[in-house]
């Protein structure tokens, strides 16, 4: 006896934004997810500075002049934007309502800021969350063992964490990640149960359709 076919729900995609300060870990965990579910695409963001030699256009950014991305700016072809040292960088519209139109989730790793700007967009296909380190301590250590940043630029990024963790509250979930492989799994339940809310199922009308016809055969 053969098994009946799957049955395969067409969904909406989402995206899965991860915020945190620097250090907390959320890059490493953007890294995990990408590789344990090539299926998600990684929003690449433009920008107008210059490209370095290690970069790679389109995997890294896309590369465009100012004038460029002032006019995807002005005409609402930006989901958010930001000036960072005399350079712009900003999330283009088009390929993201792509991907979530065909049913594939996009992942961004963006700070509370550009994360503010996104649900003022496009509020119902996010799910944020934030990341959060298990202690002040921990975080300074962490930063201190990556060894990219001399002592000046650390006591500015940990003076900067607390604006950040100032906004956890505008996340769907908080997470402690104080042990990556469980923070990392609980990241995971939480891609997946959102990838099953009943809102982003589109395909579940003509299945309760057919339920419904079905039963009213049956029990008439």
Same mark, same amino acid.
């Given at each position: 006896?053969? /098994?009946?076919?799957?049955?395969?729900?067409?969904?909406?995609?989402?995206?899965?934004?991860?915020? +945190?300060?620097?250090?907390?870990?959320?890059?490493?965990?953007? %890294?995990? =997810?990408?590789?344990?579910?090539?299926?998600?695409?990684?929003?690449?963001?433009?920008?107008?500075?210059?490209?370095?030699?290690?970069?790679?256009?389109?995997?890294?950014?896309?590369?465009? @002049?100012?004038?460029?991305?002032? @006019?995807?700016?002005?005409?609402?072809?930006?989901?958010?934007?930001?000036?960072?040292?005399? /350079?712009?960088?900003?999330?283009?519209?088009?390929?993201?309502?792509?991907?979530?139109?065909?049913?594939? *989730?996009?992942?961004?790793?963006?700070?509370?800021?550009?994360?503010?700007?996104?649900?003022?967009?496009?509020?119902?296909?996010?799910?944020?969350?934030? #990341?959060?380190?298990? +202690?002040?301590?921990?975080?300074?250590?962490?930063?201190?063992?990556?060894?990219? *940043?001399?002592?000046?630029?650390?006591? @500015?990024?940990? @003076? /900067?964490?607390?604006?950040? &963790?100032?906004?956890?509250?505008?996340?769907?979930?908080?997470?402690? /990640?104080?042990?990556?492989?469980?923070?990392? #799994?609980? =990241? %995971?339940? &939480?891609?997946?149960?959102?990838?099953?809310?009943? %809102?982003?199922?589109?395909? =579940?009308?003509?299945? &309760?359709?057919? =339920? *419904?016809?079905?039963?009213?055969?049956?029990?008439?």
């Amino acid at each position: 006896m053969t /098994n009946p076919p799957a049955i395969s729900v067409a969904r909406r995609g989402l995206m899965l934004v991860l915020s +945190s300060p620097s250090g907390a870990g959320k890059s490493t965990l953007a %890294q995990l =997810l990408l590789k344990e579910h090539p299926e998600m695409h990684l929003s690449v963001s433009v920008t107008t500075r210059d490209r370095r030699p290690s970069e790679v256009e389109g995997i890294h950014y896309h590369f465009i @002049k100012r004038e460029r991305f002032e @006019k995807l700016r002005d005409t609402g072809d930006l989901l958010e934007s930001a000036e960072v040292h005399g /350079n712009f960088y900003g999330t283009p519209r088009e390929p993201v309502e792509t991907a979530l139109a065909a049913g594939k *989730d996009v992942l961004f790793d963006i700070d509370y800021q550009g994360t503010l700007q996104l649900y003022e967009k496009m509020r119902a296909d996010i799910v944020g969350v934030f #990341i959060l380190p298990p +202690s002040a301590t921990e975080l300074k250590t962490r930063l201190e063992r990556r060894a990219e *940043d001399a002592s000046g630029v650390i006591e @500015k990024r940990l @003076k /900067n964490a607390r604006t950040e &963790i100032a906004h956890w509250e505008e996340y769907d979930y908080v997470l402690v /990640n104080e042990d990556l492989n469980t923070t990392f #799994i609980n =990241l %995971q339940a &939480i891609l997946s149960a959102e990838r099953l809310r009943r %809102q982003r199922q589109l395909g =579940l009308a003509p299945i &309760i359709e057919r =339920l *419904d016809e079905e039963l009213a055969a049956m029990t008439a």
